[in-house]
C-alpha cells in the first residue's frame, strides 16, 4: 500500500511557541490531505480538509488561526499549531488519499505526539 | 447526518478463534467503506476497502462484507494470533462528501 510519513513522530514544547508538523505522501500524489486529532482512547477528530493550491475547510469549532494548514503540493501538508497551550496536547494523524492502485483507499501517517508544557 | 456504530466496544478471544467485528451506519448512500487497525501510540493502518457496489473484500485472513441496504459491515479474523491485538475502526465515506465518517472502534485482545 501506498505510506504516508509524518514529521516529527514525538514533539515538546513550552507553552506559546508554535509547532509545525509535517505530512508527506511518499509514493503517491495526494489530490486532498486531512488533518485529525485523537484524545486518549478515543477516535479521529477531523480538524481541516485540504486540497492541494486551495484553501483548507475547516471543521466547525475548529480555530483556523490556531491551526494553521497548508498543502503546497501534491505530496506535502503542513500543520502549524500556533502559541500552543496545555490543551492543544494532543496526537495529531494526518491522511492522505489520491488514485493509488485504481482505489480510493485513504492512508493514514503515523502521527505525531504533541506535548505542550 | 451519517453515524456509525462499532459493537462491540471491546473483545478478549485465546488464541486461535475465528471472530466477527460488526459495523453499522445509519445512512445507506456510502461511496466506500474502510477497516483499519490502529496500535496503541500509532497511526491507521488500513485493511480493507470495500466500494459501495462490492459486497466483499478478503485479505490473508480477513474477510470484510458489506450489506448496503441494512447499514452493516463485518470484518471476520480467521485463526486470530496475538499480534492481531489493537484497536479496529470502521470508516464510511459518505456517496456525496469527503470526509470520512469514524466509528469508536473495538478494542481486540487475543491471548496466547
Known amino acids: 500500500g501506498a505510506v504516508v510519513s509524518q514529521h516529527p513522530s514525538r514533539v515538546i514544547c513550552k507553552s506559546g511557541t508554535s509547532v509545525k508538523i509535517e505530512c508527506r505522501s511518499l509514493?503517491?500524489?495526494?489530490?486532498?490531505m486531512f488533518w485529525y486529532r485523537q484524545f486518549p482512547k478515543k477516535s479521529l477528530m477531523l480538524m481541516a480538509t485540504?486540497?492541494?493550491?486551495?484553501?483548507?475547510?475547516?471543521e466547525q469549532g475548529v480555530e483556523k488561526d490556531k491551526f494553521l494548514i497548508n498543502h503546497a503540493s501534491l505530496t506535502l501538508s503542513t500543520l502549524t499549531v500556533t502559541s500552543a497551550h496545555p490543551e492543544d496536547s494532543s496526537f495529531y494523524i494526518c491522511?492522505?488519499?489520491?488514485?493509488?492502485?485504481?482505489?480510493?483507499?485513504?492512508?493514514f501517517g503515523p502521527g505525531t505526539r504533541l506535548t505542550v508544557l | 447526518k451519517q453515524e456509525v456504530t462499532q459493537i462491540p466496544a471491546a473483545l478478549s478471544v485465546p488464541e486461535g478463534e475465528n471472530l466477527v467485528l460488526n459495523c453499522s451506519f445509519t445512512?445507506?448512500?456510502?461511496?466506500?467503506l474502510q477497516w483499519f487497525r490502529q496500535d496503541p501510540g500509532k497511526g491507521l493502518t488500513s485493511l480493507l476497502l470495500?466500494?459501495?457496489?462490492?459486497r466483499e473484500q478478503t485479505s490473508g485472513r480477513l474477510n470484510a462484507s458489506l450489506d448496503k441496504s441494512s447499514g452493516r459491515s463485518t470484518l471476520y479474523i480467521a485463526a486470530s494470533q496475538p499480534g492481531d491485538s489493537a484497536t479496529y475502526l470502521c470508516?464510511?465515506?459518505?456517496?456525496?462528501?469527503?470526509?470520512?465518517?469514524f466509528g469508536a472502534g473495538t478494542i481486540l485482545r487475543v491471548k496466547s
Open positions: 491522511s492522505a488519499r489520491g488514485l493509488v492502485d485504481m482505489s480510493d483507499t485513504q492512508y
Open positions: 509514493d503517491f500524489q495526494a489530490t486532498t
Open positions: 485540504s486540497n492541494e493550491g486551495s484553501k483548507a475547510t475547516y
Open positions: 445512512d445507506s448512500a456510502i461511496y466506500n
Open positions: 470495500i466500494q459501495s457496489s462490492q
Open positions: 470508516a464510511v465515506r459518505p456517496r456525496y462528501g469527503n470526509k470520512l465518517v
